[in-house]
């Protein structure tokens, strides 16, 4: 599939160099990374993996509200002086997130204009594909978020390679993203198969065509 990118929203790649001095921690698949209510003291940068946001409301109700994967931060409501997270974060895959301090990024985004219009940037973009993702879920079928997620997933390769992330995915994780089944996935998979808009071949391919399901 040729496409360029990093992550599922094309997170920017430029700040992987340009953040500053920061712990990268590995999460295990399933891991919490940092739990709604806790204490908001750090951004955190997803250098490699797939997480979940999730949300509680008061009532105990719970909601998933985006799936964020390499190039994408989260947490960082905490620069605007936000005392505590307002989602859980939580590792779908294997993921390494960079943990950085609330006043060294607050510190790079007020003395570097670059890295602060970027940012700038790359929050509206963010907000907009969750907004995407939202509308998915309330209008689209499973058939056509999964096409979505696939096609996002590609897109976290480089040119001429198969993106890593579709080995360490799975359709009961795929299920998770798209909010439903894992015999849906199944089935869904299958057919996308056989209508040559995937294949197997020592790892899953997926080509531009299935974007045709989108336009259905």
Same mark, same amino acid.
């Given at each position: 599939?040729?496409?360029?990118?990093? +992550?599922? *929203?094309?997170?920017?790649? $430029? #700040?992987?160099?340009?953040?500053?001095?920061?712990?990268? &921690?590995?999460?295990? /698949?399933?891991?919490?990374?940092?739990?709604?209510?806790?204490?908001?003291?750090?951004?955190?940068?997803?250098?490699?993996?797939?997480?979940?946001?999730?949300?509680?409301?008061?009532?105990?109700?719970?909601?998933?509200? +985006?799936? *964020?994967?390499?190039?994408? $931060? #989260?947490?960082?409501?905490?620069?605007?002086?936000?005392? &505590?997270?307002?989602? /859980?974060?939580?590792?779908?895959?294997?993921?390494?997130?960079?943990?950085?301090?609330?006043?060294?990024?607050?510190?790079?985004?007020?003395?570097?204009?670059?890295?602060?219009?970027?940012?700038?940037?790359?929050?509206?973009?963010?907000?907009?594909?969750?907004?995407?993702?939202?509308?998915?879920?309330?209008?689209?079928?499973?058939?056509?978020?999964?096409?979505?997620?696939?096609?996002?997933?590609?897109?976290?390769?480089?040119?001429?390679?198969?993106?890593?992330?579709?080995?360490?995915?799975?359709?009961?994780?795929?299920?998770?993203?798209?909010?439903?089944?894992?015999?849906?996935?199944?089935?869904?998979?299958?057919?996308?198969?056989?209508?040559?808009?995937?294949?197997?071949?020592?790892?899953?391919?997926?080509?531009?065509?299935?974007?045709?399901?989108?336009?259905?």
């Amino acid at each position: 599939m040729k496409s360029r990118g990093r +992550g599922l *929203l094309d997170g920017p790649p $430029f #700040f992987s160099t340009a953040l500053p001095t920061r712990k990268i &921690v590995e999460f295990d /698949s399933g891991e919490r990374i940092i739990s709604q209510g806790d204490e908001c003291t750090d951004v955190h940068y997803i250098d490699e993996g797939i997480v979940k946001l999730t949300s509680v409301s008061n009532r105990g109700r719970g909601a998933v509200l +985006g799936i *964020l994967g390499s190039g994408d $931060f #989260f947490g960082e409501s905490c620069i605007s002086g936000q005392s &505590v997270y307002l989602t /859980s974060a939580i590792a779908l895959v294997p993921s390494k997130v960079s943990i950085i301090k609330r006043k060294a990024m607050v510190r790079l985004v007020e003395e570097d204009p670059t890295v602060s219009m970027r940012f700038i940037n790359y929050l509206l973009l963010r907000n907009l594909r969750m907004e995407q993702n939202l509308m998915d879920h309330l209008f689209n079928s499973s058939e056509k978020r999964l096409a979505r997620t696939l096609l996002l997933l590609a897109r976290s390769g480089e040119e001429g390679k198969l993106p890593p992330i579709f080995e360490k995915i799975n359709q009961d994780t795929l299920a998770e993203m798209v909010g439903t089944t894992r015999s849906r996935i199944n089935f869904f998979m299958n057919k996308f198969r056989k209508l040559g808009f995937i294949h197997y071949n020592g790892g899953l391919k997926v080509h531009n065509s299935l974007a045709r399901i989108l336009e259905e």
